[in-house]
């Protein structure tokens, strides 16, 4: 008896432990239902912070652009970023995205087949990283969209006095998103914000856990202190060659890739906020972080971050103003190598110092530092360690040479990722100038490295001594490096010298050249090298409510670009049967000014002539643009036109105004083609609420952004 009830035990403890084992076997192989995107997907139209998603074969595009490099801008495409860092290839796979905050500058690169293009600032970055779930965090098994589309979720309709209303005290809640800074040369920790289940609602902020992840040789300062960062030393020196023309044409090592500066988003938002008249309690759920349209001093790009460690200034013993009609931001990238001589260096520092005293160094002028090369570059000193011309030839004198060969692409690759950041000095508003001195040719190649920093906004000067001699241009590693280096190939940029010993005569001229911010090609970005004119339909079908509404959106574009004389400038029409000229190019000169003057625009009220209007635009504001300005007409209006606008329109084209089409409610899709440059589907929109013009923000500043990038460099 006493041994069946143990057996009978004993079957009943084997059962359940198989029956246990089974349970956890099924709850082990439950797998995450991963969702498919197109290749076209955004990683900006996904609501989710953090997802995984599949991605089909066949997203190795062109068409599908990515912007950035490590570190991409929102409105790239997943999939082809994911390719473009090397996580999956054309075969498609599994990625993992993670919304990171706007970044200060995107590096384009050409990476596993694809050619990612750089963009100046953006407000939503974001990290591919491979397909697999971090611990302790749920993701989506559907993914959630922004829609650009009317029937996307948002809140009560606006009415028009509430516009009005908003108009005159715009008090909307301004989110500052911050993120720790610690690190040391090894290593950075970011916060990230794990993504909330599918059933939160979108409107619900989600408590932010941290968890901590480790990114390669990015040193983050905090920002009230100054971390020492001492001047690099030279490697140890190799056997001198005893004749000048005695180069080691060894190859180059390629500069290790730049781990990129990232910030971590703070909250979940699926679309960055623009600029708003509402008061908050009106915005729709993905515009709770909106900041006042009327405060143009906040800016949706800045991060709080400084990505490298600054070096410790010297004491100034006086500061200068320096001359003003010069305010560039310069480095010089000193020939160190022995091939130079020790004579030859010496004239070399005697050339900078003569530069440093024709310039006029000062706060209010040029900025000025040094980066030596050999082997490898060092800096000498910042832009901010010295601020006058006086303690700066002391300094010059000073320097020791390096030795080496004379790795000028390494040096230029130092100075894109190292020298012109805020802790080094840089100034944001300066146009960016590096000057290479080149003793006969380089020993590595220059074309990517100069491409890189062309990209970033780097103006790229080549002083060359001695070139090389016709029985030498076999010894060249890269033959017409100049010509590939430099932003433009008229000569403006190059300044050949035959002998050392002649270099003071071309002082005057490279100090004109660089101080001629008007011809500074390369500092030109999407955001500061158009006249920006709006053309405003002012028609009584548009109504007072509506009107502000267009303002609103006038503002939002117009407070994302950089407005001064020198950089981007605004202007504006309004148009009925007739036409007023609000405010010229040429009337305001700083974001504010022009943010006050489109808030004080008065509905006119009346018909609808368009192409007269775009004839008015073209004589008023486009034949007074600049020369060196992209001409770009951004036209918005609600209806079909009492006149022809094709012949107008296509006069503006010609006369290479760039223009866009902004159609609301009952526009005509055949009139804002017409108005529209070439491809049309770029340059023209329709909305069919005034409600919903603000969606179109973002759009529209990329597109602009991308027809910039294009352009051809010579």
């Keep these: 008896m006493r041994a069946t009830v143990i057996a009978t035990f004993f079957g009943v403890f084997l059962t359940c432990t198989y029956t246990a084992k089974e349970a956890t076997k099924k709850t082990k192989k439950a797998k995450l239902y991963v969702p498919q995107i197109d290749c076209d997907v955004k990683a900006g139209k996904i609501i989710n912070p953090e997802f995984i998603a599949k991605c089909p074969p066949g997203c190795q595009d062109i068409k599908h652009r990515v912007y950035g490099t490590d570190i991409y801008a929102s409105f790239s495409s997943v999939c082809n970023a994911a390719i473009h860092s090397g996580i999956i290839d054309n075969s498609g796979g599994k990625v993992l995205v993670q919304k990171v905050a706007g970044h200060s500058g995107y590096r384009g690169s050409f990476s596993n087949g694809v050619r990612s293009l750089s963009l100046p600032r953006w407000r939503e970055s974001f990290l591919v990283s491979e397909g697999k779930p971090r611990k302790g965090v749920t993701y989506p098994s559907t993914l959630e969209y922004s829609s650009s589309k009317s029937t996307a979720v948002k809140s009560e309709p606006k009415k028009p006095e509430q516009d009005l209303k908003g108009m005159k005290s715009a ?39 941290t968890t901590t992840t480790t990114e390669p040789s990015t040193t983050v300062p905090q920002p009230t202190t100054t971390p020492a960062a001492p001047r690099t030393t030279a490697a140890p020196a190799k056997a001198r060659p005893g004749l000048h023309r005695g180069r080691d044409m060894g190859s180059s090592s390629v500069h290790p890739a730049y781990a990129s500066v990232v910030a971590a988003a703070a909250s979940a938002q699926h679309q960055e906020p623009v600029a708003t008249f509402q008061s908050a309690a009106s915005s729709p759920v993905h515009l709770a972080m909106e900041i006042d349209s009327w405060k143009p001093g906040l800016s949706l790009f800045d991060t709080g971050f400084s990505s490298k460690e600054e070096l410790n200034p010297k004491p100034l013993e006086s500061i200068s103003q320096g001359n003003q009609n010069c305010k560039v931001d310069l480095s010089f990238l000193m020939d160190g190598s022995w091939s130079i001589g020790k004579r030859r260096f010496q004239l070399q520092k005697r050339f900078l110092g003569n530069v440093a005293q024709a310039l006029g160094i000062g706060s209010a002028g040029p900025l000025m530092g040094i980066v030596q090369y050999g082997d490898d570059p060092s800096t000498e000193f910042n832009l901010k360690t010295y601020a006058n011309s006086k303690d700066l030839r002391n300094a010059i004198e000073k320097i020791q040479q390096k030795g080496g060969l004379s790795n000028v692409g390494k040096a230029l690759s130092f100075v894109n990722k190292n020298f012109f950041l805020d802790a080094n000095g840089n100034r944001g508003g300066a146009p960016n100038v590096v000057v290479v001195m080149v003793d006969g040719w380089p020993t590595d190649r220059v074309e990517e490295a100069s491409r890189l920093a062309r990209e970033s906004g780097i103006n790229i000067f080549f002083v060359t001594v001695e070139a090389a001699a016709q029985s030498e241009k076999q010894n060249v590693v890269e033959p017409n490096f100049v010509d590939k280096a430099v932003c433009r190939t008229s000569g403006f940029y190059s300044i050949n010298v035959p002998s050392w010993f002649s270099l003071h005569k071309v002082v005057q001229p490279l100090v004109k050249r660089v101080c001629d911010t008007e011809r500074l090609a390369c500092s030109k970005t999407c955001l500061n090298a158009a006249d920006i004119g709006f053309v405003i339909d002012g028609s009584s079908s548009v109504g007072t409510g509506n009107f502000r509404t267009v303002l609103q959106f ?11 004389d020198t950089d981007t400038r605004i202007g504006a029409v309004q148009y009925t049967y007739e036409q007023r000229l609000e405010f010229s190019f040429d009337k305001y000169s700083t974001k504010q000014d022009v943010l006050n003057a489109i808030k004080r625009i008065s509905y006119w009220s009346g018909g609808t002539s368009t192409g007269a209007a775009i004839s008015y635009a073209s004589e008023q504001l486009f034949s007074k643009s600049k020369p060196n300005k992209r001409k770009i007409m951004i036209l918005i209006t609600d209806g079909r036109s009492y006149d022809d606008v094709s012949v107008p329109a296509m006069a503006a084209h010609q006369n290479g105004v760039i223009a866009y089409s902004i159609g609301v409610a009952w526009a005509a899709p055949d009139e804002l083609e017409a108005i529209a440059s070439d491809p049309a589907k770029e340059h ?8 919903n013009l603000y969606r179109y923000v973002n759009q529209l500043i990329q597109n602009i952004c991308t027809e910039f990038n294009s352009q051809p460099r010579n």
């Design 684 to 691: 023209s929109f329709f909305v069919d609420d005034f409600d």
């Design 171 to 209: 008090d909307t809640s301004n989110t500052s998103e911050k993120a720790s800074d610690q690190g040391d040369t090894a290593r950075k920790e970011r916060q990230t914000t794990p993504v909330p289940t599918p059933g939160t609602e979108m409107a619900t902020t989600t408590p932010t856990p």
């Design 554 to 564: 006038v503002a939002n574009i117009s407070k994302e670009f950089e407005i001064s």
